[in-house]
């Protein structure tokens, strides 16, 4: 069955609209893929244009906006409506990293990650939440293990991803009732850039990466692609009745204590 794009609406996502921010690497790029592939029309956006660009060529339409500015997240949202006619999905995913314990990290170290990690959420969830009031949809936010439990060497990143659950639990209580779902997601340590940049940082890179999957009950790191088919079901009818929840996709490692 098609709908009056032609696409397939037999899919999971047929016809539904999703933008996803930091689609040029890692997760943002799976998320991308997983969803079209489910048959939605995926819009992408980056700072990192050639990566961004490489990642949608064959699925969607790529958009340079970098989600720390809130007025090019506001142009993406609006861009998007004007372009593809609705939003029905937004997947709050660009973040970055720094890798330094609490009494090392400046004032500048800690508004560059608030402005991306928070900020970037932030003002996702509030244009995706008004593209979306007269139609419903759902939000994604991919938030961490680490918005639980911590690593002392992430101590910003630790506070950030705390408050993405914060931002994801009051977009779901306001807004529930123009039928908005908002959802995040807890990655444990998945095979990305973010995460070689965290081991490369160490003296013995490789060994460093085999210590971090060997702390996994299942002894691996996840594949991006583990995290977005995860985005696929809060994305889809199959979560219908789940909002303002996290979802920790982490191979068990926070019900770990002993073994
Ligand atoms: N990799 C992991 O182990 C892991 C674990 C838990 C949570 N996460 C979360 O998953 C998400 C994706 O992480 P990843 O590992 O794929 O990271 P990544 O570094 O591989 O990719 C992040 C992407 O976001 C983009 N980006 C950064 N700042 C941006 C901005 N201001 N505007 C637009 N785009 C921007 C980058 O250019 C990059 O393409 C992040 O929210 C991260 O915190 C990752």
Do not use: W
């Amino acid at each position: 069955m098609t709908d009056r794009y032609g696409t397939n609406t037999s899919s999971r996502l047929g016809g539904r609209v999703a933008v996803v921010t930091g689609v040029a690497s890692g997760i943002g790029r799976a998320i991308a893929l997983e969803l079209a592939a489910e048959g939605a029309r995926v819009v992408g956006c980056d700072i990192d244009d050639a990566g961004g660009e490489v990642t949608m060529r064959d699925i969607g339409l790529y958009r340079h906006a970098d989600v720390s500015r809130e007025a090019e997240v506001e142009a993406l949202v609006a861009a998007t409506m004007e372009d593809l006619g609705s939003l029905d999905i937004y997947v709050n995913n660009a973040a970055v990293q720094i890798e330094k314990e609490l009494v090392e990290t400046t004032e500048a170290d800690l508004d560059r990650i608030i402005a991306t990690n928070v900020k970037g959420v932030f003002f996702g969830c509030k244009h995706a939440v008004r593209a979306m009031t007269a139609t419903g949809g759902v939000i994604v936010n991919l938030a961490s293990v680490l918005s639980f439990v911590a690593d002392g060497l992430l101590a910003a990143y630790c506070a950030t991803k705390g408050a993405v659950l914060g931002i994801t639990r009051a977009t779901a209580v306001q807004y529930g009732q123009y039928g908005i779902r908002c959802n995040a997601i807890c990655p444990g340590d998945v095979d990305t850039p973010l995460l070689r940049a965290y081991v490369d940082a160490g003296d013995d890179p490789e060994g460093r990466l085999r210590e971090v999957a060997s702390k996994s009950p299942l002894g691996r790191v996840a594949d991006p692609k583990e995290i977005a088919r995860s985005v696929v079901y809060l994305s889809s009818d199959d979560s219908s009745f789940m909002s303002g929840q996290t979802l920790v996709v982490d191979g068990g490692l926070m019900a770990l204590l002993y073994r």
